[in-house]
Nanobody
Framework: VQLVESGGGSVQEGGSLKLSCALS????????IGWFRQAPGKAREGVST?????????YIDSDVQERFTISSTPAKNTVYLQMTSLKVEATATYYC?????????????????????WGQGTRVTVTV
């Protein structure tokens, strides 16, 4: 299993960034992909998660849902996180991770320990 994030960088407050998570080495139909972020000195927190099978997605709160969009390519080998109207508090390292589920029912999770494989992260800095 391999996940590789890209697309991070420095942007002014109010700007946009699109993060990518390239996926390989597993059966996409059995997995969800979560985006997490970790700011310096803080715990890692979930941002958005999506089941690759059907694209069903969730966001950690309404504020994120209004400004961020999770999506995938038709081949499901890349998952994106489009971030708009970025705030300074979004400054963090962003990670994507896999959550395997079995059967037809997906129970989405925000707890990082529920995810198995992680990318190396991509740094996002939002400046005033």
């Amino acid at each position: 299993v391999q996940l590789v994030e890209s697309g991070g960088g420095s942007v002014q407050e109010g700007g946009s960034l699109k993060l990518s998570c390239a996926l390989s080495g597993f059966r996409f139909e059995d997995y969800a992909i979560g985006w997490f972020r970790q700011a310096p000195g803080k715990a890692r927190e979930g941002v958005s998660t999506m089941a690759l099978r059907d694209g069903k997605a969730y966001y950690i709160d309404s504020d994120v849902q209004e400004r961020f969009t999770i999506s995938s390519t038709p081949a499901k080998n890349t998952v994106y996180l489009q971030m708009t109207s970025l705030k300074v508090e979004a400054t963090a390292t962003y990670y994507c991770a896999t959550q395997r589920f079995y059967g037809h029912t997906w129970f989405y999770e925000w707890e990082p320990s529920e995810y198995d494989d992680w990318g190396q992260g991509t740094r996002v800095t939002v400046t005033v």
